[in-house]
């Protein structure tokens, strides 16, 4: 199996602290911080786009357990 080509988010200039994706088989997609590469999150595209829209929205602004 080839290595995954992981990319970094733009907002990531000097921090040690990173998001990086990439796409997987069957075209999921992986998440992974660069602090700890080891652990990968996955996800489809549509749940994360989903994701994606509520935190721009604030819906995760005021979260408490």
Request: charged share 25%; with cysteine.
């Amino acid at each position: 199996m080839a290595p995954v080509p992981w990319r970094q988010s733009s907002y990531c200039q000097e921090s040690a602290s990173c998001v990086n994706l990439a796409v997987g088989e069957r075209d999921t997609i992986m998440l992974r911080e660069s602090e700890h590469p080891e652990v990968i999150l996955s996800t489809t595209r549509t749940r994360l786009r989903t994701f994606i829209r509520a935190a721009r929205a604030g819906q995760f602004d005021h979260i408490t357990e």
